[in-house]
Nanobody, 120 residues
Framework: QVQVVESGGGSVQPGGSLRLSCTASGRIFSTDVMGWYRQAPGKQRNLVALLFPGGGTNYTDSVKGRFTISRGTAKNTIYLQMNSLKPEDTAVYYC??????????????WGQGTQVTVSS
């Protein structure tokens, strides 16, 4: 059993900040790429940011300069620091982890999502 748990969502005014956390745990040895995706109502789920094992990152253009993805000190934990939030950032944010299963092989796992609402 593998769990991916997100936290840190909420409501904020435009220009505000939030920090999302994500931890993958369970029957896994390690994680590879971890990332954040978001899905607004009536739209498809899209990539927000990726964090590679070597520390490299990738961001969608609309969040560059405002969002920062980073690795936590706890194993298999990442964060998404979101600054200068805009109403168009409103969405459910999902964490994804590519993990090496204890039984062998790699799989992608998703969290349950955390709501971020940006509104005045």
């Amino acid at each position: 059993q593998v769990q991916v748990v997100e936290s840190g969502g909420g409501s904020v005014q435009p220009g505000g900040s939030l920090r999302l956390s994500c931890t993958a745990s369970g029957r896994i040895f390690s994680t590879d790429v971890m990332g954040w995706y978001r899905q607004a109502p009536g739209k498809q789920r899209n990539l927000v940011a990726l964090l590679f094992p070597g520390g490299g990152t990738n961001y969608t253009d609309s969040v560059k300069g405002r969002f920062t993805i980073s690795r936590g000190t706890a194993k298999n934990t990442i964060y998404l620091q979101m600054n200068s939030l805009k109403p168009e950032d409103t969405a459910v944010y999902y964490c994804n982890a590519r993990a090496l299963r204890a039984t062998g092989g790699w799989s992608d796992y998703w969290g349950q999502g955390t709501q971020v609402t940006v509104s005045s």
